[in-house]
């Protein structure tokens, strides 16, 4: 059982490179998140989808787009990447209802130079 | 502000010996605290999940305390093995909010044999 697979783990690029972060969980969860978690700081919400065909902003969505291309897979864009933007990515999903957890992948590890 | 607040950040204990970790938040309103597990290079784990009604929660060595009134929780952890070397993160839950989560910062745990 796989839970929630993110790729790539590493990835290293210039300023202004663009790159799609893949997300895909097998829980039949309709709720996915993508963060970023960095040195010092709790986990901040980049975006979040409830249900598929919709996307919302979390807490810090600028410089980022997200796809929510079926319920199994949610994906996020940097179209231009900035220095800033160096970080751990991380996609999560979770069940119905408010008290449910939510489970995470191992992340992708992005700087950017 | 919403804010989740972890201490120490980090504590170094022998193992067999047992710890507790701090978490004070200011997050309304108030849904439920989480405590996960993060190990190096890893995604979040959830620990435990606590509602309002709840002010104990077990799950193996690890227990929580809620003190929904003073808005603080705890995390204690019973005969340490060098295996909970980890952060550890308390997450709080909006009511209304939909699975909207504040997280903490984290406390580093580390056990030495």
């Known amino acids: 059982n796989a839970g929630v697979t993110q790729t790539p783990k590493f990835q290293v690029l210039k300023t202004g490179q663009s790159m799609t972060l893949q997300c895909a969980q097998d829980?039949?969860?309709?709720?996915m998140y993508w963060y970023r978690q960095d040195p010092g700081m709790g986990l901040r919400l980049i975006y979040y989808?409830?249900?598929?065909?919709?996307?919302d902003k979390g807490e810090v969505p600028n410089g980022y787009n997200v796809s929510r291309l079926n319920k199994r897979e949610f994906s996020l864009r940097l179209e231009s990447a900035a220095p800033s933007q160096t970080s751990v990515y991380f996609c999560?999903?979770?069940?119905?209802?408010?008290?449910?957890?939510?489970?995470f992948g191992d992340g992708t590890r992005l700087s950017i130079l | 502000k919403n804010q989740v607040e972890q201490s120490p950040q980090s504590l170094i204990i022998l193992e067999g010996k047992n710890c507790t970790l701090q978490?004070?938040?200011?997050?309304?309103?108030?849904?439920?605290l989480r405590w996960y597990k993060q190990d190096t290079g890893r995604g979040p784990v959830s620990l435990t999940i606590?509602?309002?009604?709840?002010n104990t929660k077990s799950n193996g060595r690890y227990t929580a305390t809620l003190d929904a009134d003073t808005k603080q929780s705890s995390l204690h952890i019973t005969a340490s093995q060098l295996s909970d070397s980890a952060s550890y993160i308390c997450?709080?839950?909006?009511?209304?909010?939909?699975?909207?989560?504040?997280f903490g910062g984290g406390t580093r745990l580390m056990v030495k044999p």
């Open positions: 999560a999903s979770s069940g119905p209802g408010g008290h449910q957890p939510q489970h």
């Open positions: 829980m039949n969860h309709n709720s």
């Open positions: 989808s409830a249900s598929e065909g919709t996307t």
């Open positions: 978490c004070n938040y200011t997050v309304s309103p108030f849904s439920n």
């Open positions: 606590m509602t309002f009604s709840e």
């Open positions: 997450v709080v839950s909006r009511n209304n909010a939909g699975n909207m989560l504040t």
